[in-house]
């Protein structure tokens, strides 16, 4: 029997606690929570439940670390020492995975144990296993797909119900979509890292977050909204990929996109995200992204592969660059500086809103710099 220490209680961390306990399959009856590491005395409700990791990282019994506390630190600090003391990991967070991807992961190698992610991506979606399980016959050339279903419920309401942004934030709020703080989802950061993250599944690379164009939708309108419908266009957050070379294309934008493409019909909080390969086309993967019991299950996926000893191949992840000059499409920008633009104006739509002329994604990247409130967003062909 897996003998599991979850470190982390709260949403996803009680799932996962609920999941294993219930034990409603015989799959899941053969893992065990020994070990729950909490932040603070008011939170101990059960006798397993600790505030010291040393109780997990010295019980011999625990062979595998459950990660689902959140954070930068000390969450990375935890993973790196159970990877480092022979333990196998599962975590559910991007953040934290994104920015240290190629320590953890060479950890992992170094000690001859694994890393899983299969949660930190598209929550209850088999994304990342789905990607594994391709790459066994067929290279992935690219993937994109709506991974934050808070934006994605924002813009759902501010298209269907004709509201403001504010006020669909607000709307997410209260429902638990969006947190108190939500500049990680409006922003675009929260797609960033699993777009990394999902560049690592599909290509073998290690980027750095940073260097992954993020574009979000803090400064969408009703006007930007308004004008993609009279054109028969839904604008959705997209995170892409692909493979280029011995670089990557990677960016996170919000796209116009035709009323009959795939994403266009995805509504509410529900993420889905889609892959191409060459012998099986186009897949695509669509779900719950986010919430205790979905996100739950996929972790707990993860801890059942550990066990069945059904893991991803062995890969060996590469540091590559982030190259998007060749990614060339038209922006649709409103700007209260307009001049900024001058160089690349198609059309002018209004006094500060303009499209452009086809243009590399690298290109429009260096002169958003000049005006940070703009908003900027794709039209797909």
């Known amino acids: 029997m897996m003998k599991i220490g979850l470190l982390g209680h709260g949403v996803v961390g009680s799932g996962v606690r609920r999941i294993i306990d219930e034990g409603r399959t015989e799959e ?26 040393a109780d997990i990282l010295e019980d011999e019994e625990i062979d595998t670390v459950c990660e689902c506390m959140g954070g930068l630190e000390p969450a990375h600090t935890f993973v790196l020492d159970a990877l480092n003391h022979g333990r196998n990991a599962v975590t559910s967070n991007k953040k934290m995975l994104a920015t240290y991807l190629d320590e953890l992961m060479s950890a992992a190698e170094e000690n001859h144990v694994l890393l899983m992610y299969e949660a930190s991506v598209g929550g209850g979606i088999p994304w990342i296993s789905s990607l594994n399980e391709i790459r066994r016959v067929d290279e992935i050339e690219s993937f994109r797909g709506i991974l934050n279903g808070t934006t994605n419920y924002i ?5 269907e119900k004709d509201a403001d942004f504010d006020e669909m934030l607000a709307e997410a709020q209260k429902l638990g979509y969006a947190e108190r703080n939500p500049a990680d989802d409006i922003d675009g950061m929260d797609v960033r890292y699993k777009t990394v993250l999902s560049c690592a599944a599909a290509f073998d690379a290690v980027l750095k977050p940073q260097d992954v164009p993020a574009y979000g939708v803090r400064y ?3 006007e930007d909204m308004a ?3 009279e054109h028969g266009r839904v604008i959705k957050l997209i995170g892409e990929g692909a493979a280029s070379g011995h670089a990557v294309h990677a960016f996170v934008m919000p796209q116009m996109l035709a009323q009959n493409d795939y994403f266009s019909m995805i509504s509410s909080n529900i993420n889905a995200v889609e892959c191409t390969s060459s012998t099986l086309g186009t897949a695509g993967f669509t779900g719950q992204g986010a919430g205790s019991l979905p996100t739950a299950h996929a972790v707990v996926q993860d801890l059942l592969n550990l066990e069945d000893h059904r893991t991803m191949a062995r890969r060996y992840l590469t540091a590559r660059d982030v190259d998007n000059h060749d990614v060339c499409r038209v922006f649709y920008i409103r700007t209260a500086k307009p001049e900024v633009f001058t160089g690349i104006v198609d059309q002018k739509i209004n006094e500060h809103v303009l499209l452009t002329k086809k243009v590399s994604l690298e290109e429009i990247d260096a002169i958003l710099k000049q ?5 900027v967003c794709g039209v797909n062909e």
Do not use: H
């Open 371 to 375: 005006d940070e409130t703009a908003f």
């Open 155 to 159: 813009l759902s309401g501010m298209n």
């Open 28 to 53: 899941v009856s053969g893992l065990s929570v020994k070990r729950i590491l909490v932040k603070d005395q008011k939170e101990v409700s059960d006798e397993r439940m600790t505030l010291s990791y």
């Open 220 to 222: 969408i309108s009703k």
């Open 227 to 229: 004008y993609a419908k």
